[in-house]
């Protein structure tokens, strides 16, 4: 087989157009040619569409290949950060997107995925400008005001925290997901009553997580309402778990309502 240098194919490619007169190229350089066009070429839009539709793996296999062609492809880039972060790698997602936003820096989504990795990477501090600046492009974007609130739970900022929590409630409201999230920022205030409310919303929702429910068996066992605790936690749990867990939280009280006391050891 005759090797032809890949410059060469520009330079054949311009002489067949404007001359008409080179020699044309063996069936194995064109062969070669549509290989390598193919390897570098971005899949087509109805390939990009329709691979949601596959496993997760699939997926991030997928737009791991089209990153890599063009890691200047804003829409392979977002959507590699966002199914790596699914696979539990909020580390790499947060480095592909925010390498993306130096190229797109006023991108929602881009911002969003970075924000919400940080996060998850329990980097709370560094989320919160990437969040800030994602609500001001997106406001009605509530998972950004969502991921905020837990930024600033992280960074404890409890007050600044709730602000966020309820911006994402008035725009989705009765989200579990942010219903527990409140429970929990007033739980690790202090104020139990206000923590079991928002569970209890929170709980009653048709798609409310196990945590919330967890959740809320916490922090009526830290009001010294063990058997209630136990009744919520027997929902998810097998009893022998429950019990144990009711337990931990019992010998952490000496008395209901020592949360303060807790707080502060």
Do not use: H
């Not at 839009?45 to 539709?53: C, H, W």
């Not at 790698?89 to 970075?114: F, G, H, M, Q, W």
């Not at 998850?120 to 560094?126: D, K, L, R």
């Amino acid at each position: 087989m005759r090797i032809v240098p890949l410059f060469q194919y520009a330079m054949l490619g311009a002489g067949l157009i404007l001359g008409g007169c080179a020699t044309a190229p063996t069936q194995e350089e064109d062969a070669l040619t549509a290989s390598l066009v193919r390897d570098i070429a971005p899949q087509t839009k109805e390939a990009r569409e329709t691979i949601g539709r596959q496993d997760v793996l699939t997926q991030a296999a997928f737009w791991a290949k089209e990153y890599d062609k063009n890691p200047a492809d804003r829409d392979a880039a977002l959507a590699l950060a966002r199914i790596v972060r699914t696979l539990g790698n909020p580390e790499r997602a947060a480095e592909v997107a925010s390498l993306a936003l130096t190229l797109y820096p006023k991108d929602a989504d881009l911002l969003l995925v970075t924000g919400q990795a940080l996060v998850e990477n329990a980097n709370g501090g560094s989320a919160i400008g990437f969040l800030q600046s994602a609500i001001a492009l997106s406001p009605a974007n509530w998972r950004a005001s969502l991921a905020l609130g837990v930024a600033f739970d992280q960074v404890g900022k409890p007050i600044q925290a709730r602000a966020a929590f309820n911006r994402a409630l008035a725009l989705q409201p009765n989200n579990p997901g942010i219903l527990s999230n409140l429970g929990l920022n007033y739980a690790a205030d202090g104020d139990l009553a206000m923590a079991e409310r928002y569970l209890r919303q929170a709980v009653t929702q048709p798609d409310a997580p196990i945590q919330a429910r967890q959740n809320l068996a916490l922090v009526l066992a830290l009001q010294g309402r063990f058997d209630d605790a136990k009744a919520v936690a027997l929902e998810d749990l097998p009893a022998e778990q429950a019990s144990k867990n009711i337990e931990i939280v019992r010998a952490m009280i000496v008395r209901p309502r020592r949360w303060e006391m807790l707080r502060d050891e």
